[in-house]
């Protein structure tokens, strides 16, 4: 359950690289302090591994073991990249150190560079993670910067220039008294639109959902519903956003449904050509950020609706209608939700997927088909020391039952797409790349 991010830089002109590279693993073991969690591990409590867990501050924290360098053969291609990345997004975080890593890549070909940050998915969300970029960047190619992406003073700094200020601390035992409180509040204090929404829900199971589409039901199973390994493969590409916007504007969708219909066109070119098309169509599960913009602390807040992709449909214009039909039902019932009833939405929506797949079940009746995850990123482009940030590629989760996931960050006029799938389970994971591509380029003919 690690997420992670591959920025890829351009060195600034004129610059030793070595010591750039230097330079840049400095700043991440600096030591200053850093923000909860990242010098904090998870601790149990009396109730050990079956009871709750707590964050519990690392006394020794050994920066030299989290922060990494590593180099491929000059002039080393995306490709060789990709692989790299692949296998270190493998392993799992080493549980008994705060749940964090940062790869510094070198030896990329057009004098580039790249940061991939593995992060436990306890301690950071999409939103999140995009904000971590941010605040260790700057718009401005002349300024400097010194500190480590995950230190507080890097995180206050970039509050601060959103007109944020830090909030006062709290007192342990104050904190978890009302944080004990508000749990128990929201559980059994929600209005009247929450019960709305969960009549929809399950008028939904019976044929009457308006479009709103939910787990399990006329869910496929597919070879992608399967348990996965610990192997993993990871592929990345950009698209421009004026591509997109071209299309959706045409068709009268957002930008959203029309990347749901590129996925939607690949992953039926992907199953025909595996012999697995199912007769009813993929669903997959959308996550959607609730985070107030004011929210610059909270490592969670999201919920998520899901999409009915229409891949029983050979059209590429049938596939668009039902997605838009779905996602503008699943658009419309969290439309009339509070954040935190829709914080509490999604954990009675991932609660029996991720059941699904302790117990083992999900790869028999798998609740969704497939992750697709849109996260808005920065408009300007940013740097880092002089450095360009080139492109920002997600690298999210897989795990048993859900062996693909389909993540793409917007930044700098750019959509940046990153695929991770089980290794053993997913074959070919470029062509699902090539497959997209192929799809907008269909789109953009049909509008």
Same mark, same amino acid.
């Given at each position: 359950?690690?997420?992670?991010?591959?920025?890829? &830089?351009?060195?600034?002109?004129r610059?030793?690289?070595?010591?750039?590279?230097?330079?840049?693993?400095?700043?991440?073991?600096s030591?200053?302090?850093?923000?909860?969690?990242?010098?904090?591990r !998870?601790?149990?409590?009396a109730?050990?591994?079956f009871g709750?867990?707590?964050?519990?501050h690392?006394?020794?924290?050994d920066?030299?073991?989290?922060?990494?360098?590593?180099a491929l053969?000059k002039p080393?291609?995306d490709r060789?990249?990709?692989?790299?990345?692949?296998?270190?997004?493998?392993s799992?975080?080493?549980?008994s150190?705060?749940?964090?890593?940062?790869?510094?890549?070198?030896?990329?070909?057009g004098?580039?560079?790249?940061v991939?940050t593995?992060?436990?998915?306890?301690?950071?969300?999409?939103?999140?993670?995009?904000?971590?970029?941010?605040?260790?960047?700057?718009p401005?190619p002349?300024?400097t910067?010194?500190?480590?992406?995950?230190?507080?003073?890097?995180?206050e700094?970039?509050k601060?220039r959103?007109?944020k200020?830090?909030?006062?601390d709290?007192?342990?035992?104050? &904190?978890?008294?009302?944080?004990?409180?508000?749990?128990?509040?929201?559980q059994?204090d929600t209005?009247?639109?929450f %019960?709305?929404v969960?009549?929809?829900?399950a008028?939904?199971?019976?044929g009457m959902?308006?479009?709103?589409?939910?787990p399990?039901?006329? !869910?496929?199973h597919?070879?992608?519903?399967?348990? !996965?390994?610990?192997?993993?493969?990871?592929?990345?590409?950009?698209w421009?956003?004026e591509?997109?916007?071209?299309?959706?504007?045409?068709?009268?969708?957002?930008?959203?449904?029309?990347?749901?219909?590129?996925?939607?066109g690949?992953?039926?070119?992907?199953?025909e050509?595996?012999d697995?098309?199912?007769e009813?169509?993929?669903?997959?599960l959308?996550?959607?950020?609730?985070?107030?913009k004011d929210d610059?602390?909270?490592?969670?807040a999201?919920s998520?609706?899901?999409?009915?992709?229409?891949?029983?449909?050979e059209?590429?214009?049938?596939?668009?209608?039902a997605i838009?039909k779905s996602t503008?039902?699943g658009?419309?019932?969290?439309?009339?939700?509070?954040?935190?009833?829709?914080?509490?939405?999604?954990?009675?929506?991932?609660?029996?997927?991720?059941?699904?797949?302790m117990?083992?079940v999900?790869?028999?009746?798998?609740?969704?088909?497939t992750?697709?995850?849109?996260i808005?990123?920065?408009?300007?482009?940013?740097?880092?020391?002089?450095a360009p940030?080139?492109?920002?590629?997600?690298?999210?989760?897989?795990f048993?039952?859900?062996?693909?996931?389909?993540?793409?960050?917007?930044?700098?006029?750019?959509?940046?797409?990153?695929i991770?799938?089980c290794r053993r389970t997913?074959?070919?994971l470029?062509? %699902?790349?090539?497959?997209?591509?192929?799809?907008?380029?269909?789109?953009?003919?049909? !509008?």
């Amino acid at each position: 359950m690690h997420v992670a991010g591959l920025n890829i &830089f351009e060195f600034p002109p004129r610059v030793h690289q070595r010591k750039f590279m230097s330079r840049l693993q400095d700043a991440y073991c600096s030591t200053t302090e850093l923000r909860k969690p990242f010098a904090h591990r !998870v601790a149990h409590g009396a109730l050990g591994r079956f009871g709750p867990l707590y964050w519990e501050h690392e006394p020794d924290l050994d920066l030299d073991y989290h922060v990494r360098r590593s180099a491929l053969p000059k002039p080393g291609s995306d490709r060789e990249l990709f692989s790299l990345v692949s296998r270190l997004h493998s392993s799992l975080l080493d549980r008994s150190r705060p749940l964090w890593e940062a790869h510094l890549i070198e030896g990329l070909k057009g004098r580039r560079f790249g940061v991939y940050t593995k992060i436990h998915h306890a301690a950071i969300d999409g939103v999140a993670g995009v904000r971590l970029t941010e605040a260790s960047c700057s718009p401005d190619p002349a300024a400097t910067a010194g500190l480590s992406p995950l230190s507080l003073e890097a995180h206050e700094a970039f509050k601060a220039r959103h007109g944020k200020v830090r909030a006062p601390d709290l007192a342990p035992s104050e &904190f978890e008294l009302k944080a004990m409180a508000e749990f128990l509040k929201a559980q059994f204090d929600t209005s009247a639109h929450f %019960l709305g929404v969960l009549k929809d829900y399950a008028a939904t199971w019976f044929g009457m959902g308006k479009g709103l589409a939910v787990p399990w039901r006329h !869910v496929p199973h597919t070879l992608l519903n399967t348990e !996965v390994s610990s192997s993993r493969r990871f592929a990345a590409r950009s698209w421009s956003i004026e591509r997109v916007r071209a299309v959706s504007e045409a068709a009268g969708v957002t930008i959203n449904d029309v990347v749901l219909a590129m996925c939607s066109g690949a992953l039926r070119r992907f199953l025909e050509a595996q012999d697995e098309l199912p007769e009813h169509s993929l669903r997959a599960l959308v996550p959607v950020s609730v985070r107030q913009k004011d929210d610059f602390d909270s490592a969670l807040a999201i919920s998520y609706i899901i999409a009915d992709l229409g891949t029983r449909h050979e059209d590429p214009m049938d596939r668009l209608v039902a997605i838009t039909k779905s996602t503008r039902a699943g658009k419309a019932m969290l439309g009339d939700l509070t954040s935190r009833e829709a914080s509490l939405y999604a954990t009675l929506m991932q609660t029996p997927l991720f059941i699904a797949s302790m117990m083992g079940v999900a790869d028999w009746f798998p609740p969704v088909s497939t992750v697709i995850s849109n996260i808005p990123g920065p408009r300007e482009e940013l740097y880092w020391n002089g450095a360009p940030l080139l492109g920002s590629y997600p690298v999210s989760a897989v795990f048993h039952g859900f062996a693909l996931n389909i993540t793409f960050v917007s930044y700098h006029g750019n959509l940046d797409f990153g695929i991770v799938a089980c290794r053993r389970t997913v074959p070919h994971l470029q062509r %699902l790349i090539d497959d997209l591509e192929r799809s907008l380029a269909e789109l953009e003919a049909l !509008v």
